[in-house]
């Protein structure tokens, strides 16, 4: 997101009068939090209700690997998993820590199968009637915030990981099936015409997807 792919959104936010810095902050990786079986393969996620926020990305994603994702708000999932609702849920280890997700599920598996993360923006207007002085102090102290924060995430999510162990029980995966299902199923294809631009410049990230 520091590179072209991350310049092209800044334009995207530009053409809707947001000016957004430069560096994004981090949300961390998303892992599958489970309240009734362990998830290591696409299989275990066959019909599998997951709870997903309400995202088109989200529950195309699940829906191609063949989970039946449900979009429950995120202060209501914990009671989702305790009355079924939803079998599971996925997100970051820290989500998934302070808001006591642990709780009420027996297994968390390290899909890694999204990342997230977060861009401050300002109104153009409001911003561009600021001195050009203090416009370059905002610009740097939340841009060097957003180095800081990112450091921060990874240790924190990496440390949880010995925490989150005395609750549930961790699971390693195997990426590749996953990466195979969602080929198969179309779901790159499928967001490769809705990103348009973006996707060459995800791909000189990623690697070829689609």
């Known amino acids: 997101m520091d590179g072209a792919l991350g310049k092209h959104v800044i ?3 530009e053409k ?3 000016i957004a810095f ?12 489970s309240a009734t079986k362990a998830i290591r393969t696409p299989e275990d996620l066959q019909g599998y209700k997951i709870r997903v926020p309400p995202s088109a990305l989200w529950t195309s994603l699940f829906k191609s690997i063949g989970a039946a994702p449900v979009s429950v708000p995120w202060g209501e999932t914990y009671t989702a998993l305790q009355t079924r609702v939803a079998d599971g849920l996925e997100n970051p280890l820290a989500g998934i820590y302070f808001a006591k997700m642990h709780e009420v599920a027996k297994y968390l598996s390290g899909t890694n199968h999204m990342w997230d993360g977060f861009w401050f923006v300002a109104n153009r207007r409001s911003f561009e009637a600021m001195p ?5 102090i905002v610009r740097k102290v939340i841009n060097d915030a957003a180095l800081l924060q990112r450091a921060d995430v990874a240790k924190l999510n990496n440390d949880l990981r010995a925490t989150l162990e005395k609750h549930v029980q961790f699971v390693e995966v195997n990426p590749t099936a996953f990466r195979e299902r969602l080929k198969v199923s179309g779901f790159y294809p499928e967001w490769q015409k809705k990103m348009g631009d973006a996707w060459p410049l995800l ?4 690697g070829k997807l689609a």
């Open 11 to 13: 334009g995207a936010f």
């Open 132 to 136: 050009a002085a203090t416009r370059d």
């Open 203 to 206: 791909e000189q990230a990623t």
């Open 16 to 18: 809707a009068n947001l």
């Open 22 to 33: 430069d560096h994004m902050w981090d949300n961390g990786f998303r892992q599958t939090l």
